[in-house]
Structure formats: structure tokens, C-alpha cells
């Protein structure tokens, strides 16, 4: 039988991708592209779009983080096959990126122990490579068991 997990992690990347889901999420990840999703992987490429910027016009930080925390805990998902929340979760910024940028993404899971995941994630500037932001983040899977109607 084929392990549905890592194709349920891409269709909700995809959904919030297209402004489906929980605001902050869809806002955030409006036309975010998936272009690789495996067991514990995931890579996408992203155009930062309007509305998610800080004064000066560079992509802020805490969409980053929203960014992160999201495509990593998919990554875990298409892993595991289960929910996950974050119970530790850091971004260290090396560089920042301007509106209409794209990026480059990619989340992996580095860990797995009983309930306990960890994954990394990278943003490179496409194009050149050029680190902006790494996280490296714990989740715990929770007991909620997705059925085959869920959006995750």
C-alpha cells in the first residue's frame, strides 16, 4: 500500500498556497510552489508576495517564521502521517529578502524519536543561493488521526 502522507502534506501546502486555511497561514504562503515532496523532505519555491513586508519593504520576519514553522511541520507530516505542534522552535536570520524576491525552500526531517520530531528549514535566495534564514524546530505528534476528507 502506498504511503499517503507525503502527497496530503503537498496537496496543504498547495491549498494554503491558494489562500485556503487558517488566514495567517494562507496570507503568508500565498503562491508558494512545491516542487518536491518525499518521505521527511520537502522543496519549494517561493516569489515573496505583497503584504507580508516590514517598513522597509523586506520580507518580514515573522512571515518568515510563519513560513518555516508550516512547511517544516509538513515536512514531519508527510514523514510521520500525524499532526504535530511545535514545542521548540528557533530562526536564526543571516540576510533579508525584498518583496517580489523568490526563494527557495527546503524543509527536512533530521529526527525522529517515539512522539518527537526535529526538522530543519533553509531559505536560499534563488539565484545565487544566498543564505537568509535557517529554523530548526521540535515537534510532538498529537493524537489526532486524519481521515481521508481532512484538507491536512
Request: aromatic share 6%; net charge positive.
Amino acid at each position: 500500500m502506498e504511503d499517503i502522507a507525503p502527497q496530503t502534506a503537498k496537496r496543504w501546502l498547495e491549498d494554503l498556497s491558494k489562500g485556503l486555511g487558517v488566514e495567517i497561514d494562507a496570507r503568508t504562503l500565498k503562491g508558494l510552489q512545491v516542487v518536491h515532496v518525499q518521505k521527511g523532505l520537502i522543496r519549494c519555491n517561493f516569489v515573496i508576495p505583497n503584504g507580508v513586508s516590514d517598513k522597509d519593504g523586506n520580507w518580514h520576519t515573522g512571515a518568515i517564521a510563519i513560513l518555516m514553522d508550516t512547511v517544516g511541520a509538513a515536512a514531519i507530516f508527510s514523514s510521520a502521517g500525524r499532526i504535530t505542534v511545535s514545542v521548540d522552535f528557533s530562526v536564526s536570520y543571516f540576510s533579508t529578502a525584498k518583496i517580489q524576491e523568490e526563494v527557495e525552500i527546503e524543509a527536512k526531517v533530521v529526527g525522529q524519536k517515539g512522539k518527537l520530531s526535529s526538522v530543519g528549514v533553509e531559505i536560499r535566495r534563488k539565484g545565487n543561493g544566498e543564505l537568509i534564514a535557517v529554523g530548526k524546530q521540535w515537534m510532538v505528534s498529537t493524537k489526532m488521526v486524519l481521515s481521508g476528507d481532512s484538507k491536512l
